[in-house]
Structure formats: structure tokens, C-alpha cells
């Protein structure tokens, strides 16, 4: 027998256990990481993972475990993986799942699995996870028998990279991942979304944007994840074309490029006569369509045709490659619309303007916005900023900076708080050097704060910043305004989270004067340790929301 030949015999009849067979696949599809609380029904898998050299990052709630994938997602672009122990773990990592299902987020969710030889008797944890957690993914399967893990791990993948990408879930009875099977050499293909071909259809759309005077671009988290960045930069430099960016397109073109709007968005979406609307729907952030003008005609684009009708006719849908349709259309493009940019830029000048008085408030209390001109001038050019919070956090959207792809995190529109720790976790693990800064209303460190332990035992100096005003914000006000009183929005003032994290082994500040803010920022991002700075906050300030958020 020829040496290849006994090799090939040798590899045919390798027998690997199942948590192994796991692991390996993972590592074939670029998996570094898998974000984990412990649990007996993952053992196997843990051991692959060491063996595949796979690191664990272990967590104190599931919850933030699959926050923490899709962070990774979010963070890298690549599919971030999570491992739940049965049933409760599993349970507690739906709202997770059901943020990436909302994001459109690559996640690839483990689940422990009663025995499959007992099932049915009552074993510890027995739940049969599939039908409950479907709805949220895009695959949801049991992996049985053992040989068929491998398989199984790669259509997950497969599933979850797919435009339009998601979560996916597969759970691994106790005894089959236990068990031998052979192992699977397959080669991984991986889709990249910028080989995917433009649109269908690009021709009508061509003519609209040749014809336009006010051409208007709103993108959103579809582009992120198509990787649109560069021909969108391309496509508003050539046709002097304003931008405005929701969800994780924030940052996919700079703060500072000449075509970038934030505070004039109003008046750009209702004053266009054509909108480029990519990889965002239109949900309650833009007023279900109404946001635009009633004689804006719109092309829609995005990697695939959505689920849901939209709220309001469009001119023309375009389903394919974006950053290819985005380049195509730079055909109709060129054009001197100088003049609309200096119109929205008068616009955007004038409303910044009015923001000084906020932005250099003295309270104290401090105003949030008043936080955020300090955090500015603190965070560098390509830090990670992550919000978990209401009101506090809708500031922070508002006037954060943000001059990269990948460099803004919040919940999205599921709007799940807890999400901000895991996500945290997630972006300091994948960008080691940079600075990841955690933005936190108090009300949402109470979902997840204890997670400043797991990055104070994995080294991940991540920086919070905390907004606490001792209220529920985002429902106090509005309550009070319907019913002229407000039940259930009250927590306690002046708690003293930072002596928390203190007690977690971090670093803790608490900030009462607008004078202490800038040095309290300056010593957290210095420590080198996990911080939170405690702002105080005033609990009279509401911010000047204006979507309907139904």
C-alpha cells in the first residue's frame, strides 16, 4: 500500500468525538473565538475547542454570550459563535438570537441537548429547543447522529452567510456529542458579498439618478454587512450626492467627508427628489416611508428582497450585489448638485449651531450632551463605541462621531438593553489596541453590569460611561405627559455603580460637575483596567424624540 493510500485509509477510519468534530469545523470556517457560561452539555465541546485551539470566553449570563457573537459579527463581519448549555441556557440567549434575527447579525448559536437516548423521560434540562427558537433563525436543527455534525455545522454556516445573513442554531444531544463519528475534510466556500453581481434592473434606476437635482442616499445595516462602504463613498463623491446613515452603516463614510449629514436629515429626505435608500427598511426609524417627501421616488437596494412589503411605493427595487449596484449607478451620477450640498450644509451648520448651549452646559446634574462634547474630544478615530441605553444612548447616535465601518454598536431595532456589555466584550476581544468605549444608561447596567467581571478576568479594558439621571427616561417622560404621572420608572438617584465595578476589580469614577468629566474620561481610558465613569445626569432633560416608535 502506497504511503498516500494508508494515509487516506488512516484519515477514512478516524473516529473523533463528537464535541471534537464540532471544533473542528468551527476552526475550518475561521472561528477563533466561542463565547460560552459553562454548562455540563458542552463539555465535549469545550474539549474539541482546546484541542482546535479554539479560545473560550467565558461569560456570567448566555444572554451576554450571544451578544457577544454577534459583537463579533459586528465587530469583524465575520460569523461570531456562542455556545448555550440546554434549556435554560438556551433560553436565555432568545433575546440575543432575536437582536441578531432583527440585525441581520452572522451568528452561529450552540445549544447543549438532553440525551437523546433518555429523551422524553424527564432528563435534567430536557426541552426540545427547535420549535421555539425557529422563528428567530434561519436554520434551526438537532444535530443526530454523530456523523452528522460535521454536515450540519457547515449548512449552519452556510445559512448564516447567505444574504440576507442571521443567526442560525444547532443543538447537540448529550450522548451524540460524546460519541465517535469520522471527521469531515470538506472545503468551507465562503460567500463574499462583494463577488455577487449587480442588481437586475439598474437601467431605470440609472435614468432617475441621471435626472435628479436632490438626490438623497439613506443606508443602513444592510450595507454594513454588504460591504458597500467604499462604492458608497464613491457613488456620493462623484455625484455630489448627501448621505445619511442609520444603524451599523455609521461610520461607513466619515463624520467629516464633505457629503456626510446627520442634522439636516430632515430636511434631505423630505427635500429629495430622488432617495437611494440601501440596506435599511423602512421601519419606525424613518416614520414607515413618511420620513421621505410624498413626491420622492425611491430606489431601493439591498442584498436580498425583503420579508415585508414596503410601507410606501418605490420606483424601483434593486436585489443583488450592492456594492456592484452602488457602483453602477455612478453611470447616472455625475453632476454639479454643489448647490443642494450647500443648502443642507447651511441646514446641518445651523442646527449644530443651535446645539452649543447643550454641548457646554454647566448643570449639575449634567446634561448628556454635555457628555458627549467631552467623550468626543477623548475618543480616538477609530474607537469602538457600543450603546446600551434610552434616552442617553439616542444622544449618543445623535452627536458621537463615528469615522469607520464597524465602529458603532447599539441594539438595533429589536432594542433589547442588556446588549451593550456582551457586544462590548466582543469588539475589545477582536480589536485588542483599540479603545472600545461602553455608553450605559443605569437603568441598563442593572441587565448586564455584572459582565464588568468577565472583562476584568479576560484583561479587556473596555471604558463605560454611564449616563445614571435615577429615572426610566424613555417612559417617565412620555407617561407624564400622557397621564400627568408616572408608575414603575423610578431607580434609585446617585447609585454608585462605579463602586461596583471598583468591587469587581475595575476601575470606578463618579462625576457630579462638568469640570470632573474630562479628567475622569482622561484616568479610565489610562488605567488600563476595565472603568466605569458615573455620570450624574439630569433626570428634567428628555430627549426631543420624534420617530413613532409605533
Known amino acids: 500500500m502506497s504511503t498516500e493510500t494508508q494515509a487516506d485509509s488512516e484519515q477514512s477510519t478516524t473516529q473523533l468525538h463528537g464535541g471534537r468534530l464540532v471544533a473542528q469545523r468551527l476552526k475550518a470556517w475561521g472561528v477563533t473565538k466561542l463565547f460560552t457560561l459553562s454548562g455540563g452539555h458542552l463539555f465535549s465541546i469545550y474539549d474539541g475547542c482546546r484541542e482546535e485551539g479554539i479560545d473560550l470566553v467565558d461569560v456570567r449570563h448566555e444572554q451576554a454570550a450571544a451578544f457577544a457573537a454577534e459583537g463579533w459579527a459586528k465587530a469583524t463581519r465575520e460569523p461570531g459563535v456562542c455556545a448555550l448549555t440546554a434549556g ?16 441581520a447579525s452572522p451568528v452561529l448559536v450552540l445549544g447543549g441537548r438532553a440525551p437523546a437516548m433518555r429523551w422524553g423521560m424527564g432528563s435534567l434540562q430536557e426541552i426540545d429547543h427547535v420549535p421555539f427558537v425557529k422563528p428567530l433563525t434561519k436554520l434551526a436543527a438537532t444535530a443526530e447522529p454523530t456523523a452528522e455534525i460535521p454536515g450540519m455545522v457547515d449548512r449552519a454556516f452556510e445559512a448564516a452567510l447567505e444574504a440576507p445573513t442571521g443567526p442560525t442554531f444547532i443543538d447537540f444531544p448529550l450522548d451524540h456529542v460524546f460519541m465517535e463519528g469520522p471527521p469531515s475534510h470538506a472545503e468551507v466556500h465562503r460567500p463574499h458579498p462583494n463577488d455577487a453581481p449587480a442588481a437586475d434592473g439598474v437601467e431605470q434606476a440609472i435614468e432617475l439618478l441621471k435626472s435628479a437635482e436632490r438626490p438623497v442616499i439613506m443606508a443602513g445595516t444592510g450595507l454594513y454587512w454588504a460591504r458597500g462602504e467604499e462604492a458608497l463613498e464613491r457613488l456620493c463623491d462623484e455625484g455630489d450626492i448627501p448621505v445619511f446613515l442609520n444603524g451599523l452603516a455609521r461610520g461607513c463614510v466619515p463624520a467629516d467627508h464633505r457629503c456626510f449629514f446627520s442634522r439636516a436629515r430632515g430636511n434631505g429626505l423630505k427635500g429629495a427628489d430622488v432617495a437611494i435608500v440601501v440596506g435599511v427598511p423602512m421601519d419606525f426609524r424613518l416614520g414607515f416611508g413618511g420620513s421621505f417627501g410624498d413626491d420622492t421616488k425611491l430606489i431601493v437596494i439591498g442584498s436580498a428582497k425583503p420579508e415585508r412589503p414596503h410601507p410606501r411605493p418605490v420606483a424601483v427595487e434593486l436585489y443583488g450585489g450592492v456594492a456592484a449596484t452602488l457602483d453602477a449607478l455612478r453611470e447616472g451620477a455625475a453632476r454639479d448638485r454643489s448647490g443642494w450640498l450647500a443648502e443642507l450644509r447651511q441646514t446641518e451648520d445651523e442646527k449644530r449651531g443651535a446645539e452649543q448651549d447643550e454641548l457646554n452646559d454647566e448643570r449639575s446634574p449634567l446634561h448628556p450632551m454635555r457628555v458627549y462634547r467631552e467623550l468626543n474630544d477623548v475618543l480616538d478615530r477609530d474607537a469602538v463605541v457600543v450603546g446600551d441605553g434610552g434616552d442617553f444612548v439616542s444622544y449618543a447616535g445623535r452627536v458621537i462621531n463615528t469615522y469607520e465601518a464597524g465602529c458603532w454598536m447599539d441594539p438595533g431595532p429589536f432594542g433589547c438593553l442588556g446588549s451593550g456589555p456582551g457586544q462590548a466584550i466582543a469588539a475589545q476581544v477582536a480589536h485588542p489596541d483599540r479603545q472600545v468605549c461602553l455608553l450605559l444608561g443605569d437603568g441598563a447596567f442593572g441587565f448586564s453590569g455584572l459582565e464588568f467581571d468577565t472583562m476584568v478576568r479576560h484583561g479587556l479594558p473596555v471604558v ?17 405627559f400622557l ?68
Do not use: C
Open 464 to 480: 463605560g460611561v454611564m449616563g445614571n439621571n435615577g429615572i426610566w427616561a424613555l417612559e417617565k417622560h412620555p407617561m407624564e
Open 483 to 550: 397621564y400627568g404621572y408616572s408608575v414603575a420608572a423610578e431607580l434609585q438617584p446617585e447609585l454608585r455603580y462605579d463602586k461596583v465595578v471598583e468591587a469587581l476589580g475595575g476601575h470606578g469614577e463618579l462625576v457630579r460637575e462638568p469640570s470632573e468629566l474630562r479628567p475622569a474620561l482622561e484616568r479610565a481610558f489610562e488605567s488600563g483596567k476595565p472603568a466605569l465613569v458615573n455620570v450624574l445626569t439630569d433626570p428634567s432633560v428628555a430627549y426631543p424624540r420624534k420617530a413613532n416608535l409605533a
Open 88 to 103: 435554560p441556557g438556551v433560553t436565555n440567549g432568545m433575546s440575543a438570537i432575536a437582536s441578531a434575527q432583527m440585525n
